[in-house]
C-alpha cells in the first residue's frame, strides 16, 4: 500500500444552521465550498477505517453520499486530520479496486499517519475490560485510544454500534478520566460538518 501520510493543511466549516437541507449528491462539492468560512478554533480530526469504507457503500447510498460530500470538505477545511497505521492494516486486506480507490481518497487529504503506540493498546485494553467494546472488536477500541493518546479532538467514524453512540463515549471518557487521559468525541462525518 502506497504510504498515505501528508503533511496536514487547509478550518473551514459549512455555514449553515441546524436542521438545514443539504444536497449530498453536489458531485463537485460547489455548494459547500461556496459557504465554508474558516472558524477560530481548528481540531485535530482522527479518520477511522469505516469512513473510507463508505466512499464505495453501494447498499448504504446515503452514507455514501455524506461520505463523499465530507472527504471533499476535508479537501478545504484547516482542521488537521490523521490517520493511524491501524487504518492502513485495515484497508490492506480489502478487495480491489476497492482498496486502491480508498487509497487514493485517502491520498487526496492533507493527512498525518499515526503510529499505534503500545500505551494506546494499554487504553484499548481499559475500554476493553470496562465492556464498553466487546473484545473481539478491539481494533474499534484501538481507534479511539489511538487518537486520545495523541491527544486529537474527534474520532470520526460510522461506527455506530461500537463508536458513535453517546452512552459509550461517556463511558470512554469516564476511562479517560481515570487514567489521566482527555476527554475524546466521536462523531459521524455529517455531524463534523455541521460542527
Given at each position: 500500500?502506497?504510504?498515505?501520510?501528508?503533511?496536514?493543511?487547509?478550518?473551514?466549516?459549512?455555514?449553515?444552521?441546524?436542521?438545514?437541507?443539504?444536497?449530498?449528491?453536489?458531485?463537485?462539492?460547489?455548494?459547500?465550498?461556496?459557504?465554508?468560512?474558516?472558524?477560530?478554533?481548528?481540531?485535530?480530526?482522527?479518520?477511522?477505517?469505516?469512513?473510507?469504507?463508505?466512499?464505495?457503500?453501494?447498499?448504504?447510498?446515503?452514507?455514501?453520499?455524506?461520505?463523499?460530500?465530507?472527504?471533499?470538505?476535508?479537501?478545504?477545511?484547516?482542521?488537521?486530520?490523521?490517520?493511524?497505521?491501524?487504518?492502513?492494516?485495515?484497508?490492506?486486506?480489502?478487495?480491489?479496486?476497492?482498496?486502491?480507490?480508498?487509497?487514493?481518497?485517502?491520498?487526496?487529504?492533507?493527512?498525518?499517519?499515526?503510529?499505534?503506540?503500545?500505551?494506546?493498546?494499554?487504553?484499548?485494553?481499559?475500554?476493553?475490560?470496562?465492556?464498553?467494546?466487546?473484545?473481539?472488536?478491539?481494533?474499534?477500541?484501538?481507534?479511539?485510544?489511538?487518537?486520545?493518546?495523541?491527544?486529537?479532538?474527534?474520532?470520526?467514524?460510522?461506527?455506530?454500534?461500537?463508536?458513535?453512540?453517546?452512552?459509550?463515549?461517556?463511558?470512554?471518557?469516564?476511562?479517560?478520566?481515570?487514567?489521566?487521559?482527555?476527554?475524546?468525541?466521536?462523531?459521524t462525518p455529517e455531524e463534523v460538518m455541521d460542527l
Open positions: 500500500m502506497a504510504s498515505l501520510g501528508k503533511t496536514a493543511a487547509p478550518a473551514c466549516h459549512a455555514e449553515h444552521g441546524h436542521g438545514t437541507e443539504r444536497n449530498w449528491s453536489d458531485p463537485d462539492g460547489l455548494k459547500l465550498v461556496k459557504k465554508a468560512r474558516e472558524r477560530e478554533n481548528e481540531m485535530k480530526l482522527y479518520i477511522e477505517t469505516s469512513v473510507p469504507n463508505f466512499l464505495f457503500a453501494a447498499d448504504a447510498p446515503e452514507k455514501r453520499q455524506v461520505t463523499v460530500a465530507f472527504f471533499e470538505w476535508l479537501k478545504i477545511c484547516r482542521d488537521e486530520v490523521f490517520i493511524s497505521k491501524l487504518v492502513e492494516e485495515e484497508l490492506r486486506p480489502a478487495p480491489e479496486p476497492k482498496r486502491g480507490r480508498m487509497t487514493a481518497a485517502l491520498n487526496e487529504i492533507p493527512l498525518k499517519v499515526l503510529e499505534v503506540p503500545a500505551a494506546a493498546s494499554e487504553l484499548a485494553d481499559f475500554y476493553l475490560s470496562a465492556g464498553i467494546v466487546p473484545v473481539r472488536f478491539k481494533n474499534d477500541a484501538l481507534h479511539v485510544a489511538t487518537a486520545v493518546w495523541h491527544r486529537l479532538d474527534i474520532v470520526v467514524s460510522w461506527n455506530m454500534k461500537h463508536l458513535v453512540n453517546v452512552r459509550k463515549v461517556a463511558r470512554i471518557n469516564e476511562v479517560n478520566g481515570r487514567h489521566g487521559f482527555p476527554l475524546i468525541r466521536i462523531h
